[in-house]
């Protein structure tokens, strides 16, 4: 068994998550933080057999969408002491998948 750990973008989550409903897969949404950016994400936990994963990966590459993000980088002061920003552009998404092997599952 896998466990199939996914982040995607939250305006995708909707989606994602029914496409894997829809599929007959259980799945866990967790709401996250990317490290980078700083902004809101979403984490799906899907347990699933060996044989599934490759199925499961298809459906987040489907429905999970890049996406360019502008993230605000300080690149200096003016003479009077304010900030001075400028944004560079990311390109985020649409999925990143681990798939960990699971030793034990059992639900009690
Ligand atoms: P963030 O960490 O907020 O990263 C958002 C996007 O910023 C990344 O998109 C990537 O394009 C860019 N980025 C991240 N770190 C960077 C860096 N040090 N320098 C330049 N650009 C950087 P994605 O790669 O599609 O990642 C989307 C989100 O997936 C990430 O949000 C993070 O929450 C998660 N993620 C990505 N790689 C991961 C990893 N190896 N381990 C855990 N989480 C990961």
């Given amino acids: 068994m896998k466990l199939i750990i996914a982040t995607v973008q939250d305006q995708d989550a909707d989606f994602v998550v029914s496409r894997l409903m829809e599929a007959k897969y259980r799945v ?12 809101g994400n979403t984490t799906l936990l899907t ?10 990966v298809e459906l987040l590459q489907q429905s999970s969408q890049r ?10 002061t003016t003479p009077n002491g ?27």
């Fill in 47 to 56: 347990g699933v057999e060996d044989r599934q994963v490759e199925h499961v």
């Fill in 28 to 39: 866990t949404r967790i709401g996250s933080t990317g490290g980078f950016l700083q902004q």
């Fill in 82 to 108: 304010m900030t001075l920003y400028n944004y560079i552009e990311v390109e985020v998404g649409g999925a990143t998948i681990f798939a960990l092997d699971v030793d034990h599952f059992e639900q009690v």
């Fill in 67 to 76: 996406r360019m993000r502008y993230m605000p980088m300080a690149t200096g």
